[in-house]
């Protein structure tokens, strides 16, 4: 069990990392490094890399591949084991395993379709929705397989209602970064200026082909967010929710504090290449965060080990 649980702890700290730092590629502009070669790089297995477009975009598939080797391995490591307690069945870790191959499958799929159409912001959002599904997989089979936090015992559950407030926030959540991501695909991360409002306005004037509006979108989005969650904070302490999810919840508030203000940071900026992978890696961070009160908000909680 030992060894299932480092790669499995392993897989998702991968599965981060590489979310995190995918914006990276679109970031410098070398989403189109490999052209709309796929699974080759300009024609070649090992291209050339002579450029910093086709390094970041190669050394992007590179570590897709290394998550790929990591998710097949822990999921024949599940499947190896899945006889011993806390493996398989509800609440073990065989399910979200091959969840976890099925998405990775569709990642790839998805990515190719991303460079053959050469980066259209739809599909690129799509991708970038489906890659967070897969992060949480992969953080729920960690979890899973450390049990360290199975949940509490039965006397202590949290309540239905603390499991609803958990599943708004991941929906309000990946709604905002899936805004953010949009917004940034159309380049529209200075339609809207200043802070808290959008260039001085409650609302965008109309015009340059509704970036301001998008922009807005996901920042009126994010401000639900935030005030959900504080909300929520105060809500669980009143109830006397268990501490674990109170903890998270905290948690959450405190990431998405820092993503806010390096948001603020970089739009004062003019968006710096530096604060736009900043902003993206702590957003891969706010949703870890919020998986991670669903994970602990969930009222059948039982312990799988």
């Known amino acids: 069990m030992r060894s299932l649980r480092v790669l499995a702890a392993v897989t998702a700290l991968f599965g981060y990392v590489l979310v995190a730092l995918s914006p990276i590629v679109r970031i410098t502009g070398s989403g189109m490094g490999c052209g709309d070669d796929w699974p080759l790089c300009n024609g070649r297995l090992i291209p050339p890399l002579d450029r910093l477009d086709v390094m970041i975009e190669w050394g992007h598939r590179m570590a897709v591949v290394g998550l790929t080797v990591l998710v097949v391995a822990l999921l024949a490591v599940a499947w190896g084991q899945r006889r011993q307690p806390g493996v398989s069945g509800r609440g073990g870790v065989l399910r979200p395993a091959v969840w976890a191959a099925v998405l990775l499958v569709l990642q790839s799929l998805l990515g190719a379709i991303t460079v053959w159409l050469e980066l259209p912001p739809a599909v690129v959002v799509i991708h970038l929705g489906n890659a967070m599904a897969l992060l949480a997989v992969l953080c729920v089979a960690a979890w899973r397989a450390h049990g360290a936090v199975a949940g509490p015992a039965a006397a202590n559950r949290p309540s239905s209602r603390a499991w609803r407030s958990a599943l708004v926030a991941a929906g309000l959540g990946g709604v905002a970064l899936l805004l953010g991501g949009l917004t940034a695909n159309l380049h529209a991360g200075m339609a809207c200026t200043g802070f808290p409002l959008c260039s001085g306005q409650w609302w965008p004037a109309a015009g340059?082909?509704?970036?301001?509006?998008?922009?807005?979108?996901?920042?009126?989005?994010?401000?639900?967010?935030?005030?959900?969650?504080?909300?929520?904070?105060?809500?669980?302490?009143?109830?006397?929710?268990?501490?674990?999810?109170?903890?998270?919840?905290?948690?959450?508030?405190?990431?998405?504090?820092?993503?806010?203000?390096?948001?603020?940071?970089?739009?004062?900026?003019?968006?710096?290449?530096?604060?736009?992978?900043?902003?993206?890696?702590?957003?891969a961070l706010v949703w870890v965060c919020l998986v991670y009160v669903g994970w602990h908000a969930r009222p059948a909680a039982v312990p799988t080990a």
């Not at 979108?217 to 109170?246: D, F, K, N």
């Open 208 to 283: 340059a082909g509704g970036l301001a509006h998008i922009h807005w979108t996901h920042r009126l989005v994010a401000y639900a967010l935030a005030l959900h969650l504080i909300g929520m904070v105060v809500s669980l302490r009143r109830r006397g929710e268990p501490r674990a999810v109170q903890v998270a919840t905290w948690l959450a508030v405190g990431v998405l504090a820092a993503h806010v203000g390096v948001a603020v940071w970089m739009i004062g900026q003019a968006l710096p290449l530096s604060l736009r992978a900043s902003h993206a890696a702590l957003g």
